[in-house]
């Protein structure tokens, strides 16, 4: 059981971590467009798209265990971690549109 209790920290740690840093690398890109720097936007995107896919990764190895019948037990602090993934999701689509809005007032300037 202690085992299973820090399989999941890990995963819980990983979600939040992840989602961390992939809303702090949609800001990071939306900063870079605002000032003009595209492949730097794009980058930063690509970025929080890879951390994202790595949170996506051990949320799923927790819905395996689900599945199969190891129900995990629900804490606050998993709560926040799957919170800070959809803040990050939605800060990351958000981020996408603002860079993309950039671009065009860009290209539109010139």
Do not use: P, W
């Amino acid at each position: 059981m202690a085992d299973e209790d820090n399989d999941n920290m890990e995963a819980v740690m990983g979600l939040i971590i992840n989602g961390g840093n992939a809303k702090s690398s949609a800001m990071e890109a939306i900063m870079a467009a605002k000032k003009g720097d595209f492949d730097t936007a794009d980058q930063k995107l690509k970025d929080a798209d890879n951390a994202l896919t790595d949170a996506h990764n051990a949320q799923t190895g927790m819905l395996t265990q689900e599945a199969q019948g190891n129900h995990v037990k629900v804490t606050l602090l998993m709560v926040h971690a799957q919170d800070h993934i959809m803040n990050a999701i939605t800060f990351r689509d958000l981020a996408g549109e603002i860079v993309d809005l950039y671009k065009r007032l860009d290209k539109e300037g010139k």
